[in-house]
DNA sequence: TAGATTGTTAATCGATTAACAATC
DNA sequence: TAGATTGTTAATCGATTAACAATC
């Protein structure tokens, strides 16, 4: 797939515009300038200009862009125009709001099973009908489940060793919940959502 | 307190010296120069003292760092060294995930109150003794309850309504977890995290 | 003291913004 | 066609890295 030295800025930068494209389909509007958009999300519209036409050139001079149109491509770009199969390790709070949060979001992403060192503890209070697995299976599991992405919300030490079962697994992409890094191979890919820095920013923005 | 043009990347930056300098102390390091911390961190040893002596000199040359004074300044400078009053708004799985692990870090951000439109839903499972009070009763709380950081996990329509009362009732940062951005007056600051804009950059990198 | 390592300035690199010709 | 707006190059700005004198 089509890649080219994109900066991890304009990655980043890709779901919001996706986001905002969302909202003004849905207010049924059909077509923006970089210009217009620019106001509603409070950046220049030369980046805005500049950002999309890494990709191609989704615009129409003295027209705009179509936002529909624009919607799908950034999609497509973000990889949202397929199926993903997920689980998630651990099944405490944070790991049960992380996979019905993302069950919820009704996109391609299925969260398919749950790994848990004590499956019975947690069983009880799952409304829905994801099973838990014991920790032990989680080998065994990815042998027979082609499995693209797992998500990870076990203590730091835990999700560490969880590194190689799931490489060997088969496993593309971590999405970890655990206040660590997490060192994979070339082939896999980690995104990190460090809630205990994003709440330490808050406080330091409070005080200055 | 001191600011002077900090910029965003260096604060996004010293939650994570914060917590390698955490992990050092653990292993009873007692000492570390900035070549030894960027070797462990994946940064340039430059970018770890350029960044430091942005808020003082906190090295000794020919020494290098001493790491529980280290992990204290930037604690200090982060707003750690201080107590919070938190409430959640919202009592969904998320809401509730982010409520106990803020309680559960163990720091001075005190969770003190969920609020939620229908509070009956969701006292049966909560396990803590935190209340969960009408989202009715938020401004009258707010009057009686001095209130540094609301946690805001609703959806994105009920956020935005939220601001206001926050402001009125003194709240000083909101810990965003909706799909939304939140315009706050200069006096309030908000912090965010897009767990599906985190998901999408995912997804983005798994294929490409 | 000699060696190590910071603090800090200067050089480089990359990202953002401005400008405008191309073109719908 | 004339007006609007993109695509894209050039200019600016900011952040990172390199270098080294200061100093513990």
């Known amino acids: 797939m089509y890649n080219k030295g994109i900066s991890k800025a304009v990655i980043n930068r890709l779901p919001r515009y996706h986001r905002y494209l969302g909202m003004l389909m849905d207010k049924g509007v059909v077509r923006i300038s970089s210009a ?8 220049t519209a030369s980046q ?11 615009g129409q001079q003295g027209y705009g862009y179509n936002v529909a149109h624009l919607y799908d491509e950034i999609g497509k770009i973000l990889g949202l125009d397929r199926e993903y199969h997920l689980i998630v390790i651990g099944a405490g709070r944070l790991a049960r709001a992380v996979g019905s949060y993302v069950g919820f979001q ?10 848990d060192r004590d499956p019975r503890k947690h069983l009880d209070d799952f ?15 990815l042998k027979d489940h082609k499995t693209d992405i ?3 919300a076990v203590p730091s030490d835990a999700a ?11 496993v593309k992409g971590i999405w970890n919940f655990a206040r660590t890094d997490l060192q994979v191979p070339d082939h896999m890919t980690v995104q990190s ?16």
């Open 36 to 43: 217009g958009l620019s106001r509603q999300m409070n950046v």
């Open 48 to 58: 805005i200009r500049q950002d999309l036409n890494l990709f191609g050139g989704f």
């Open 193 to 208: 959502v460090y809630l205990s820095e994003s709440l330490m920013q808050l406080s330091y923005k409070i005080n200055h």
């Open 127 to 141: 409304d829905d009908s994801i099973k838990v697995y014991p920790l032990d299976s989680l080998a065994g599991y």
């Open 106 to 115: 009704k996109r391609g992403f299925n969260v398919e099973a749950f790994f």
């Open 160 to 170: 560490k060793q969880l590194v190689p079962i799931l490489d060997k697994g088969g």
């Open 150 to 152: 797992a998500v990870i």
